[in-house]
């Protein structure tokens, strides 16, 4: 039986980047994902809009909203599987379920890439995180949904045999509100 390989660690620099810059940006993303979430309740999905930068009198981008909430939902949600793969979960199975990665590929950058305040390497979060939430079934199903929908419905056409075809909008919303917390308890809070 063949050995598997470790996989090629990440460049140091991008790393550090990745701390500083990358998943901070992801983090904003995922927000934006629930504001636009609350657009598409708030007005008619036909409703136009325009996107006035400050200081400038005229729109520079005009269009209808659910093309809008339709796109930031949608890079939302793969901002946060990317998030979650990150600290070392993912959906697995049918019913989809949260587990640990088991490995990293050759080049990914992970939370076990940093070190804490105290010198000690972090470590993937346990799926038993969801455990720090007031409803933690519910966490858990929000998580795997927004993996399974940025797996199945974005990445590439399929049956949904995981979705079953349901609406997602409040699994979306429940981990849009949830996984900027699970960052900032598992990493930004740990090494400052």
């Known amino acids: 039986m063949e050995n598997a390989k470790n996989p090629r660690q990440p460049d140091p620099l ?10 901070s940006y992801h983090v904003q993303a995922v927000l934006s994902g629930l504001t636009a979430l609350d657009l598409a309740e ?3 999905p036909l409703s136009r809009f325009e996107i006035i930068v400050e200081g400038e009198r005229t729109a520079a981008h005009t269009g209808v909203l659910t093309v809008h ?4 939902t949608s890079m939302a949600a793969i901002y946060s599987r990317l998030l979650l793969e990150f600290l070392g979960l993912r959906s697995f199975g049918k019913p989809s379920t949260l587990v640990n990665l088991r490995s990293r590929k050759d080049g990914d950058i992970g939370v076990e890439h940093y070190k804490g305040r105290d010198g000690i390497p972090l470590t993937m979060v346990s799926p ?7 409803d933690p079934a519910v966490v858990e199903r929000s998580w795997t949904t927004v993996c399974d929908f940025a797996g199945q419905r974005l990445a590439h056409l399929t049956d949904d045999n995981k979705l079953n075809n349901t609406d ?3 699994m979306l919303r429940r981990a849009f509100e949830t996984i900027p917390e699970l ?8 090494i400052g």
């Open 69 to 72: 909430v339709q796109t930031v």
């Open 168 to 170: 997602v909008t409040p």
């Open 14 to 23: 991008r790393v550090a980047f990745a701390h500083h810059t990358i998943v």
């Open 183 to 190: 960052v900032s308890r598992t990493f930004f809070d740990r």
């Open 128 to 134: 038993s995180i969801v455990e720090g939430f007031s």
């Open 42 to 44: 708030k007005y008619d």
